[in-house]
């Protein structure tokens, strides 16, 4: 089965692109936001110094000998040439009628009374131009007469100041940006987080660890999570119905096949016509694998219960080693081989013992299959670096080296083991007796003498 994924974009993508985007909109906002205030300071500034300059040459307008006479202030002009280097201009009006200045500066309504002004933007002389007006009334012999002002001021001055300023205001709105993109990558990759530990807490765990996740998450993967957890549960259970089943299965049928095979032993014995021995003798060996498969298969089951519920406790693997031998030796001694043990006291290790046994009982059964009549079967136990090495070594026709990778799956057998009884299932379950207890399996030929070698590899405790 396919381990890739059906991935549909990625979520650290998206989310990092939509906070870019967000960014980038708000880094725009705040250029535009500083420039118009920039803007409006600017004119503001400006329009304050006109009307002070209008103000101050409508004060200095008086009615002389029946005429209106205006003395300019030097500081009227003088306040506009101070803060900058733009042309100014002036016209004054009374009652419609030009008196002095410019007169062909744009014209304007100004407003009554001294307190307002009328402020306009237009163009005089090839320049842009920005421009007051106002208008005082005085009193005279033949009636009240109204003096208008009109002050204008290039805008070069201006337009610098703001070109500079949207300079800094783009600098500040690309800086705002980068801060806000680093901080969007950094939000998103915090926002994923959750979902890559629980990914990793998963993918840690064996096969057979179908515990439900403990781990605290954030609301929104809750859903997620309590569905994994209920999914589990399910397989879980499934998984627990069929190795009963396999177990059930195997126990009820090792009885009638153990039955079966003494019939036909006896069978054997009465008749004596060459074909029909022969075919009780391949009946004979049909039952012995079965029998032996089921048993296996019995076997299996259990290391599959008992790895999700490892009964741990400290181990010296010398003395369990030693305690299985003695068990099988009354096999071997029919078969007139010898089962041998060497080894120094080793680092104690912390595992199953009834799984560590079943497990080196079906290396043993394979090697004392395999080794020729009279031949050993070795078993020692040694330390190499932080692990604990059993090792079973035969005399029989060893590993076919095309053969070594695919061995420990389930009813897999070499091809040198065709003629011999046996089911496929011994190495596989010394892999996953070896694996729940963090360790590891490793077949070899012997390099002295013919002969396979099964080791395990256990972590000191």
Same mark, same amino acid.
């Given at each position: 089965?396919?381990?890739?994924?059906?991935?549909?974009?990625?979520?650290?993508?998206?989310?990092?692109?939509?906070?870019?985007? &967000?960014?980038?909109?708000?880094?725009?906002?705040?250029?535009?936001?500083?420039?118009?205030?920039?803007?409006?300071? @600017?004119?503001?500034?400006?329009?304050?110094?006109?009307?002070?300059?209008?103000?101050?040459?409508?004060?200095?307008?008086?009615?002389?000998?029946?005429?209106?006479?205006?003395?300019?202030?030097?500081?009227?002009?003088?306040?506009?040439?101070?803060? %900058?280097?733009?042309?100014?201009?002036?016209?004054?009006?009374?009652?419609?009628?030009?008196?002095?200045?410019?007169?062909?500066?744009?014209?304007?309504? @100004?407003?009554?009374?001294?307190?307002?002004?009328?402020?306009?933007?237009?163009?005089?002389?090839?320049?842009? &131009?920005?421009?007051?007006?106002?208008?005082?009334?005085?009193?005279?012999?033949?009636?009240?007469?109204?003096?208008?002002?009109?002050?204008?001021?290039?805008?070069?001055?201006?337009?610098?100041?703001?070109?500079? =300023?949207?300079?800094?205001?783009?600098?500040?709105?690309?800086?705002?940006?980068?801060?806000? @993109?680093?901080?969007?990558?950094?939000?998103?990759?915090?926002?994923?987080?959750?979902?890559?530990?629980?990914?990793?807490?998963?993918?840690?765990?064996?096969?057979?660890?179908?515990?439900?996740? +403990?781990?605290?998450?954030?609301?929104?993967?809750?859903?997620?999570?309590?569905?994994?957890?209920?999914?589990?549960?399910?397989?879980?259970?499934?998984?627990?119905?069929?190795?009963?089943? =396999?177990?059930?299965? @195997?126990?009820?049928?090792?009885?009638?096949?153990?039955?079966?095979?003494?019939?036909?032993?006896?069978?054997?014995?009465?008749?004596?016509?060459?074909?029909?021995?022969?075919?009780?003798?391949?009946?004979?060996?049909?039952?012995?694998?079965?029998?032996?498969?089921?048993?296996?298969?019995?076997?299996?089951?259990?290391?599959?219960?008992?790895?999700?519920?490892?009964?741990?406790?400290?181990?010296?693997?010398?003395?369990?080693?030693?305690?299985?031998?003695?068990?099988?030796?009354?096999?071997?001694?029919?078969?007139?081989?010898?089962?041998?043990?060497?080894?120094?006291?080793?680092?104690? =290790?912390?595992?199953?013992?009834?799984? &560590?046994?079943?497990?080196? %009982?079906?290396?043993?059964?394979?090697?004392?299959?395999?080794?020729?009549?009279?031949?050993?079967?070795?078993?020692?136990?040694?330390?190499?670096?932080?692990?604990?090495?059993?090792?079973?070594?035969?005399?029989?026709?060893?590993?076919?080296?095309?053969?070594?990778?695919?061995?420990?799956?389930?009813?897999?057998?070499?091809?040198?083991? +065709?003629?011999?009884?046996?089911?496929?299932?011994?190495?596989?379950?010394?892999?996953?007796?070896?694996?729940?207890?963090?360790?590891?399996?490793?077949?070899?030929?012997?390099?002295?003498?013919?002969?396979?070698?099964?080791?395990?590899?256990?972590?000191?405790?």
């Amino acid at each position: 089965m396919s381990e890739v994924a059906n991935i549909s974009g990625s979520i650290r993508r998206r989310l990092t692109l939509q906070l870019l985007g &967000i960014a980038a909109v708000l880094a725009a906002l705040l250029f535009v936001m500083v420039m118009t205030y920039a803007k409006q300071v @600017a004119e503001e500034s400006q329009d304050n110094i006109l009307s002070a300059s209008a103000t101050a040459i409508l004060d200095s307008a008086a009615i002389q000998s029946g005429e209106v006479t205006v003395d300019i202030p030097y500081s009227a002009l003088s306040m506009l040439g101070n803060v %900058s280097d733009d042309r100014v201009f002036y016209r004054v009006v009374t009652d419609g009628d030009y008196l002095t200045g410019y007169e062909s500066l744009p014209e304007t309504t @100004a407003p009554r009374g001294q307190e307002n002004h009328q402020f306009i933007t237009s163009h005089y002389l090839g320049e842009s &131009i920005r421009m007051v007006s106002a208008t005082r009334r005085l009193s005279n012999a033949a009636g009240p007469v109204e003096v208008t002002v009109s002050v204008a001021q290039t805008l070069k001055r201006q337009r610098e100041t703001l070109e500079r =300023i949207s300079t800094n205001a783009a600098y500040l709105g690309f800086g705002f940006f980068i801060a806000a @993109a680093l901080l969007g990558v950094l939000t998103a990759q915090s926002a994923v987080r959750p979902v890559q530990t629980l990914a990793n807490s998963v993918s840690r765990r064996g096969p057979q660890d179908l515990r439900a996740v +403990q781990a605290p998450v954030p609301g929104e993967m809750a859903p997620l999570v309590v569905a994994l957890n209920r999914f589990m549960a399910r397989l879980k259970k499934s998984l627990s119905r069929s190795e009963e089943f =396999i177990a059930e299965a @195997a126990h009820r049928i090792r009885t009638p096949l153990a039955v079966l095979r003494t019939q036909a032993e006896i069978a054997l014995r009465r008749v004596e016509r060459p074909e029909n021995r022969a075919a009780l003798k391949e009946m004979i060996r049909a039952i012995d694998e079965s029998s032996r498969a089921a048993g296996q298969l019995l076997d299996h089951a259990m290391v599959s219960f008992r790895t999700d519920h490892l009964e741990v406790k400290e181990i010296n693997l010398l003395e369990l080693a030693d305690e299985t031998l003695e068990r099988l030796r009354p096999l071997a001694e029919m078969q007139d081989k010898t089962l041998s043990l060497r080894g120094d006291v080793p680092p104690p =290790i912390k595992g199953d013992a009834i799984l &560590i046994q079943n497990a080196l %009982s079906n290396i043993l059964d394979n090697a004392l299959k395999y080794a020729p009549y009279g031949e050993d079967v070795q078993v020692s136990v040694a330390t190499e670096g932080k692990w604990v090495v059993l090792s079973v070594c035969d005399q029989g026709p060893g590993f076919a080296p095309e053969d070594m990778e695919q061995l420990t799956e389930r009813f897999s057998r070499g091809k040198n083991a +065709q003629d011999t009884v046996g089911s496929g299932l011994g190495l596989t379950i010394a892999e996953e007796v070896a694996q729940a207890h963090g360790g590891h399996l490793k077949l070899s030929n012997r390099t002295t003498k013919r002969g396979a070698c099964v080791s395990f590899f256990f972590p000191q405790f």
